[in-house]
């Protein structure tokens, strides 16, 4: 299982400024529109202080930090979802990631062209989101007249899946996010083969001035994120580029004399996991590692996460939970108190928890 999130906006929003100081991918960065054509992807490591502190406790040196993907999807323009702008191309590209960075500019810099003529995020936003219903709603109406003669022949699930289609094409046709439609399994089910861009969780992410935070610009797009049920980070990306080229020594004294306990990037990875629906665990049997899965996950499909054989064999899992493990000490203390417990292949993993599998293929 990997996860990633598609990180996009207008063109000469700071996407690929962000995108370098997450990856240090040196994505190429230009003052005109279309510049990223081809996505550019990069694996970032999640920052974890759970993981330093159960490295610390268990003795394990250079743990492995869990990962998440990011791919800097080139810029949207009005009319994309007709094609403009290469819109058809980059649409497909937001279609497979399974979350969404929406970036929008709340800077003002006058040697950077801005395509919208001046700097408003709600307008920016929406013009984007615009772009997103309109490509589902085309999608989805070609889908629904397929279906149509399915249903139309009397069969029973074409005929579920069609109302759903129908209801969504209403709810999309009055200008609104799938995301915001209160859709059940059922429903999600029957849209889930067609890759909505409007279904996917997303976040807002301002790209601020210094001392920007309390702009009225940013107001109005933390109460838009709000308004559609997204989730909502600024930071100042230039700012973050540079302190992504600093040494790793050199990198806390800048945030320490600017008073920042981290990095706005460390904000905007752990928010996308949230994102995500993400829950993080740890297999200390050897090496230490953190694993990113979907909240909910049972042991056995975790340990698939890890090898299938481990999964295919699954016999039981030994678990502990971090907050135990940190209460105890160290884990020969903890098996002492009796925190250390079996659990079964149904079982759901819970954050934090520390297990062992054992297997037999």
């Known amino acids: 299982m990997s996860?990633?999130?598609?990180?996009?906006?207008?063109?000469?929003?700071?996407?690929?400024?962000?995108?370098?100081?997450?990856?240090?991918?040196?994505?190429?960065?230009?003052?005109?529109?279309?510049?990223?054509?081809?996505?550019?992807k990069g694996i970032v490591p999640v920052p974890d202080e759970r993981l330093e502190k159960i490295a610390h406790m268990l003795k394990k040196s250079d743990p492995i930090h869990a990962k998440i993907e990011f791919i800097d999807v080139a810029g949207l323009v009005s009319g994309a979802s007709k094609g403009e702008g290469l819109g058809n191309r980059f649409?497909?590209?937001?279609?497979?990631?399974?979350?969404?960075?929406h970036v929008v500019r709340c800077f003002a810099e006058p040697d950077v062209v801005h395509v919208t003529g001046g700097v408003d995020?709600?307008?920016?936003?929406?013009?984007?989101?615009?772009?997103?219903?309109?490509?589902?709603?085309?999608?989805?109406?070609?889908?629904?007249?397929?279906?149509?003669?399915?249903?139309?022949?009397?069969?029973?699930?074409?005929?579920?899946r069609l109302a759903v289609i129908e209801r969504a094409c209403a709810h999309l046709d009055g200008g609104r996010l799938l995301a915001g439609m209160g859709l059940d399994e059922d429903d999600l089910a029957a849209l889930?083969?067609?890759?909505?861009?409007?279904?996917?969780?997303?976040?807002?992410?301002?790209?601020?001035?210094?001392?920007?935070?309390?702009?009225?610009?940013?107001?109005?797009?933390?109460?838009?994120?709000?308004?559609?049920?997204?989730?909502?980070?600024?930071?100042i990306g230039k700012i973050e580029e540079e302190i992504s080229h600093l040494p790793a020594g050199e990198k806390q004294e800048f945030l320490d004399a600017m008073g920042l306990a981290e990095s706005g990037l460390a904000r905007l990875i752990r928010a996308a996991v949230k994102l995500l629906g993400m829950v993080t665990f740890y297999t200390a049997a050897t090496e230490l590692q953190a694993w990113m899965i979907p909240d909910g996950t049972t042991m056995q499909k975790a340990a698939g996460k890890i090898h299938k054989d481990m999964e295919r064999g699954f016999i039981r899992a030994e678990v502990f939970s971090f907050e135990d493990l940190e209460r105890a000490g160290d884990d020969h203390k903890l098996r002492e108190l009796g925190l250390m417990r079996a659990e079964g292949r149904d079982h759901p993993v819970r954050d934090g928890d520390i297990v062992k599998f054992l297997f037999n293929v």
């Open 3 to 40: 996860f990633n999130c598609g990180i996009i906006g207008l063109p000469n929003v700071g996407k690929s400024t962000i995108f370098n100081a997450l990856s240090g991918a040196g994505a190429q960065i230009a003052n005109y529109p279309f510049c990223t054509i081809d996505p550019n």
């Open 91 to 101: 649409l497909g590209h937001i279609r497979n990631v399974d979350a969404v960075v």
């Open 121 to 160: 995020p709600v307008r920016d936003a929406g013009i984007i989101n615009t772009e997103l219903m309109l490509a589902d709603l085309e999608l989805l109406t070609r889908a629904g007249d397929k279906v149509k003669k399915l249903a139309q022949s009397g069969d029973k699930d074409a005929k579920a």
């Open 192 to 235: 889930g083969e067609y890759g909505l861009i409007t279904l996917k969780p997303v976040l807002y992410l301002a790209n601020i001035d210094e001392g920007g935070a309390d702009s009225p610009a940013v107001a109005g797009l933390r109460a838009y994120a709000g308004e559609n049920g997204a989730e909502f980070l600024y930071l």
